[in-house]
């Protein structure tokens, strides 16, 4: 993403679906651009295609994880357009590559507006393929595959995940107790929408077996190596919820699951997750949520999703991806072939949260959560 | 909107560019993401290979 002339049709249309899709741009909105460096160019993108159709728009540069001045220079954002502006819609999309930052500062920085009149997008792992893969497919997709899925999942009470690298492992659900997330580009009145999309998780209350991840990983750390798995597939044997040996061919990605579980509570399977964006096949080598949002399964190892409902913390998540995956949900006889989805038009269920990389309690202090009720959002998860 | 690019947006967009290099210059903001970590004090001790090369380092996310 150096040179913004080279921008492929394919990236172009994935603009176009963040502002028409997505945000559902209206000449009554402002947009507020922040990015990071690394997101340069994919800012003049929308930037551009924001000024093609007239809409008013604001550039706000900043750092990554530490910026002391990025607070005033949104709210200075946000004030001048509402001064020219009074009744717009205040969009806010974040852009960043490498990292997830300064989430209380854009809190901060829409602060005193009424939800129905701001909207969050927070856009992570910003490279090419997020715009010509991820963003390929629409919300309504999204949502209705989704919707096929945590129909299922939230109902069963045991489930059996086969995939074709070799996976077999049996997993115990609680949704009475632990929150299932579906990000799908859609969001309620004040809350954030997480970029790329196209996922549903929780937690497993019990999980044992062999997960074979052939895809990629996705770590919250910084990592310099290519996160795809295209020819050494990493083998976890989890027994009690943990990852009790692993081996993979590729000695550098051995060393980095050495290291990640190393950490205290880092073999703890923390999440379970379904991807569900059709647009993402081959992956991308960058360290990216836009892997796990391939349809299969990944295992989250190290941290939770579920806040203050699971008693432990992590400072590591390790996400491990397999490509595809069948679904056995109790006693039922056909799988769910995520390689082979066919879904309708269920309605979507609204108890679930929204997005899966998040970290504090948007709705304030004092809310109570209590499994697939809750709206609670959750910490870090890929 | 059409999904391919006219001559003049590939303009707009360079015009755009330079808009953002600029203030990005003018706001300090360009700055590697080592260098932030050091500021920030790394968290995470770096995770290195066989041979002691770093594999990662850092937390990604707000703390």
Redesign the interface.
């Known amino acids: 993403m150096t040179n ?2 080279t ?1 492929s ?2 990236q ?2 994935g603009v ?1 679906n963040l ?2 899709a997505y945000i559902k741009v209206t000449a009554n909105d402002h947009l507020i651009i922040a ?3 690394d997101s ?2 994919a ?3 929308i ?3 924001l ?3 007239g809409i008013s728009r604001s ?1 706000v ?7 002391p ?1 990025f607070s005033a ?1 949104l709210s200075g954002a946000v004030q001048s357009a509402l001064a020219l502006k009074p009744a717009a819609r205040m969009v806010v999309v974040t852009l960043e590559r ?7 500062a854009i809190l901060d920085g829409v602060k005193g507006l009424r939800p129905k009149d701001c909207l969050l997008v927070r856009c992570i792992s910003v490279c090419a393929d997020l715009f010509a893969l991820a963003l390929s497919v629409l919300p309504e997709e999204l949502s209705a595959i989704n919707a096929f899925l945590l129909n299922r999942l939230i109902h069963a009470k045991s489930i059996r995940v086969v995939t074709q690298s070799g996976s077999d492992i049996k997993v115990q659900l609680n949704s009475d107790k632990y929150r299932w997330i579906s990000n799908r580009g859609k969001v309620p009145e004040g809350g954030f929408m997480i970029i790329p999309a196209g996922e549903v998780a929780t937690y497993p209350s019990q999980i044992d077996g062999r997960f074979v991840a052939d895809f990629a990983f996705n ?7 290519d996160c795809r798995f295209p020819a050494t597939p990493v083998t976890v044997e989890i027994k009690n919820g943990k990852a009790v040996s692993y081996f993979c061919e590729d ?2 990605i051995e ?2 699951l ?3 579980f190393k950490f205290e509570n880092g073999r703890n399977v923390g999440e379970i997750g379904f991807g569900t964006n059709r647009g993402i096949i081959n992956g991308t080598a960058l ?1 990216s949520h836009i892997n796990e949002r391939r349809l299969g399964i990944h295992l989250g190892f190290g941290d939770h999703n579920q806040y203050d409902l699971v008693d432990y913390k992590c ?2 998540h390790l996400d491990l991806i397999a490509r595809g995956a069948k679904i056995w949900i109790d006693d039922d006889l056909q799988p769910i072939d995520l390689d082979n989805l066919s879904v309708g038009s269920e309605p979507h269920p609204d108890n679930t949260l929204h997005q899966d ?1 998040f ?1 504090f309690n948007e709705l304030g202090e004092g809310q109570h959560c209590c499994g697939a009720q809750s709206m609670l959002p959750v ?2 998860m890929g | 909107m059409p999904n391919t690019l006219t001559s003049a947006q590939t303009d707009s967009i360079a015009d755009v560019l330079k808009e953002l290099q600029d203030i990005q210059f003018e706001a300090g903001t360009t700055v590697d993401l080592r260098t932030i970590a050091e500021e920030r004090g790394i968290d995470l001790g770096d995770i290195n290979d066989e041979q002691g090369n770093p594999l990662a380092w850092g937390i990604s996310y707000d703390t």
């Open positions: 913004p002339t921008i049709n394919a172009w249309q176009n502002l028409d990015f990071a460096n340069t160019t800012a003049a993108w930037l551009s295609a000024d093609d159709r550039a540069p900043m750092r990554p994880l530490v910026d001045s220079r490498d990292t997830m930052s300064h989430s209380a770590v919250n750390t910084f990592v310099d190596i000695k550098k060393s980095l050495s290291g990640c360290n400072r590591i990389a970290e910490k870090n």
